[in-house]
Each structure stands twice: as C-alpha cells, then as structure tokens.
C-alpha cells in the first residue's frame, strides 16, 4: 500500500484537523529521522498512521487494542485515550497488512512509551509531541530539545507526562514507569 492510498483511507476515518495533524507528525518524524540517521520511509508511514484509530467508537478501540498481542495491560484498558496506539497497531497489522514490527511498535507506544525505545519510536513519540499543529507552554523548548538530544527529549516528556498524569490522580500504564526509569538512568549514565 502506498502513502498516498493511506491517506485516502486517513481521510475518510479521521476528522480534517486530526488528518492534518497526522501529516504533521509525519512530516516532523522524517526531519527527526534526518537529524539521527533513521529510516525516513518507515517514519513518515509511522506518523502518518500513528492516530489511526482515534475516532473510532472506545469500545471499538479497545477490543482492538485488547486483540493487538502488543502486551496490551489491565491498567491501560483503564485509560481510554490510551486505546488508539493499541488498536492502531492492530488495524497496520490486520488491515494495512503492515508487517514491520518497528513500525507497529511506534504506533503501538506513541502514547505510554516503554523502556528500550527504538529509534522509530522515539521518533514517533517525539514527533507527535513537537509537530507544526503543537501550541501548549514549552513546545518551543522541547523542539529545540528533540533535535538536540532526542534521549533527553524522552526523558522530559516522561517526567512531564507522569506528572501531569499524578495532578490528576489518573492511572500510569506500566510501560511509562519503565520508560521513564530507562530515560532516567541514561540521564544518570
Ligand atoms: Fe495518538
Ligand atoms: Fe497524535
């Protein structure tokens, strides 16, 4: 399947402004591939479909999401706006026929993150973070971040993730507390 079939597909299941965002993020993850010698082709397809499954009924994502075999948790099905990455995973998988792990595991990890990312993955995660459409406080900061030291840029986005997500006393999916403590002691290192 080509990039410009899954836009067709992209455009019929997202929302205008969340298909802009995709390209975005797809966009912004081949100009990170650029700067740390990762795979353009296999980033731009990643950011694109990352929030595939979004705006699909929650119901409908998780038991996509639940069917992903991506180690999908108790605690994540307790965190609806996690669902997507999940089930996004699963629909590359079964109705894109992408095969690629790597790029499963970016869509699969955009949201919660996981110890040992790999470079598409950071990537992705990042990439969602910083693109164009992005206007929160420190966006600034961490676009000048992500391309200065993408490990870091993690770590940040972590630390900012589990704090804001302790302010509202939600529930932390165990791949995050790993990210985290595998950011944490590479900070450390
Ligand atoms: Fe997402
Ligand atoms: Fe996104």
Redesign the pocket.
């Known amino acids: 399947m080509t990039c410009e079939e899954v836009k067709e597909i992209l455009k019929i299941r997202l929302s205008k402004k969340r298909y802009t965002h995709s390209l975005n993020v797809a966009n912004e993850a081949v100009k990170l591939a650029k700067a740390y010698g990762g795979d353009e082709d296999k980033a731009y397809l990643a950011g694109l479909t ?2 595939i499954c ?1 705006e699909i009924p929650q119901e409908e994502q998780l038991m996509m999401a639940k069917s992903c075999g991506m180690d999908f948790t108790e605690t994540e099905s307790l965190i609806p706006p996690l669902y ?2 999940a089930a996004g995973a699963y629909y590359l998988k079964k109705v894109l026929h992408i095969d690629d792990t790597d790029i499963l595991a970016a869509v699969r990890y ?2 919660a993150g996981r110890a040992g990312m790999s470079l598409l993955e950071k990537i992705i995660y990042i990439a ?1 973070l910083i693109s164009a459409d992005r206007t929160y406080k420190d966006v600034s900061r961490m676009r000048k971040l992500a391309y200065e030291d993408l490990d870091k840029a993690m770590f940040e986005a972590l630390r900012f993730s589990i704090s804001d997500t302790l302010n509202k006393s939600s529930f932390i999916p165990e791949s995050t507390w790993a990210a985290y403590n595998f950011f944490a002691k590479m900070m450390k290192g």
């Open positions: 990352h929030d979004k997507h990455s955009h949201t969602d």
